[in-house]
């Protein structure tokens, strides 16, 4: 079983950035894929970007160039760097895992998901 805890959320005016942490446990976090996906009020959750046991990356269209995907596999952590924020960002944010190590955009790839966390961006 893998926990997974996120962090990072908050409010933060347009233009601005926040960093998201999502710190896993367990002992084969490095074989995972991770991904991010958000779900803003009255809309279905969706993937956000994701990154794969060979740390690479793919991002849905609308935060090409404005967010970036890292992990520490040492700290055991996926981060998800958020830049150039506008309204459009409001959402929670959720990190899952996916044991089978490679990238998806489809929820039902993933086996493991946090509780969220909130990210809200004023104009």
């Not at 981060?79 to 459009?88: A, C, D």
Request: aromatic residues 14%; neutral net charge; hydrophobic residues 30%.
């Amino acid at each position: 079983q893998v926990q997974l805890v996120e962090s990072g959320g908050g409010l933060v005016q347009a233009g601005g950035s926040l960093r998201l942490s999502c710190a896993a446990s367990g002992r084969t976090f490095s074989n995972y894929a991770m991904g991010w996906f958000r779900q803003a009020p009255g809309k279905e959750r969706e993937f956000v970007a994701c990154i794969n046991w060979l740390t690479r990356t793919y991002y849905t269209d609308s935060v090409k160039g404005r967010f970036t995907i890292s992990r520490d596999n040492g700290k055991s952590t996926v981060y998800l760097q958020m830049n150039s924020l506008n309204p459009e960002d409001t959402a929670v944010y959720y990190c899952a895992a996916n044991r089978g190590g490679g990238y998806s955009s489809e929820e039902r790839e993933y086996d493991y998901w946090g509780q969220g966390t909130q990210v809200t961006v004023s104009s």
